[in-house]
């Protein structure tokens, strides 16, 4: 079956260090996207990215990074600049003109 | 004035009962209408996508759009427990622009 995989499903980051969280989809979609959910916050859009070496910073970008090396993997690396980086972290996948598929997403905290 | 608003409720109903959520917005560009349903600490899953306005019917499920009012709903008959989620709505322009999402409504139905 087609889909999104993220991993891990937790982890936790101590203070100062980098993390690295995978997206992986077998879609074959174009678009991906890293989204970030607090509760009471919805959904904030860090990253996106419409096509292979190419990629958009969102509206919260800062502290983070992103790769998009080949079409079916979509990295999000949190930086030790991000201050608050506690949160659920939820990747997605589209193509044209259609809604999104997520993943099952990735817990994060900081210890 | 936020792009899209969505009462966070929560909304609790009995077994049964028809469930109305709703979202506003604002900008009159938006062509791409979708509802999330996203049960606790998963990924949202796409329940429903319609384009311009109109009903969308599938199973318990009406989605309905009204672009002259900016209104979107979402429609749920004889709602069963296993309907407890934050349903989130979302609208695109089109293309590969990003969605934007309301911030979810929670809604807990009693056996």
């Known amino acids: 079956d087609g889909g999104i995989t993220q991993s891990p499903k937790y982890l936790f980051r101590k203070e100062g260090q980098n993390v690295t969280l995978s997206c992986e989809q077998n879609l074959n979609h174009d678009a991906m996207y890293w989204y970030r959910q607090d509760p009471g916050q919805g959904l904030r859009l860090i990253y996106y990215?419409?096509?292979?070496?190419?990629?958009q910073k969102g509206d919260i970008a800062e502290g983070y990074s992103v790769s998009r090396e080949k079409k079916e993997s979509f990295p999000l690396t949190v930086t030790s600049a991000q201050k608050n980086p506690t949160a659920f972290y939820l990747c997605?996948?589209?193509?044209?003109?259609?809604?999104?598929?997520f993943g099952s997403g990735t817990r994060l905290t900081v210890v | 004035q936020k792009e899209v608003e969505q009462d966070p409720g929560p909304l609790s109903v009995p077994e049964g009962a028809i469930v109305s959520l709703n979202c506003t917005y604002s900008?009159?560009?938006?062509?791409?209408f979708m509802w999330y349903r996203q049960y606790s600490r998963k990924g949202p899953e796409l329940l429903m996508y319609t384009y311009s306005s109109g009903n969308k019917e599938d199973g318990r499920f009406t989605a309905q759009v009204d672009k002259s009012s900016k209104y979107i709903s979402l429609f749920i008959r004889d709602s069963q427990p296993s309907d407890s989620a934050t349903y989130l709505c979302?609208?695109?322009?089109?293309?590969?622009?990003?969605?934007?999402f309301g911030k979810g409504t929670m809604l807990l139905v009693s056996p």
């Open positions: 990215s419409q096509i292979v070496n190419d990629f």
């Open positions: 997605a996948s589209s193509r044209e003109d259609y809604g999104y598929t």
């Open positions: 979302a609208i695109r322009n089109s293309g590969y622009s990003t969605l934007t």
């Open positions: 900008n009159s560009a938006f062509q791409y």
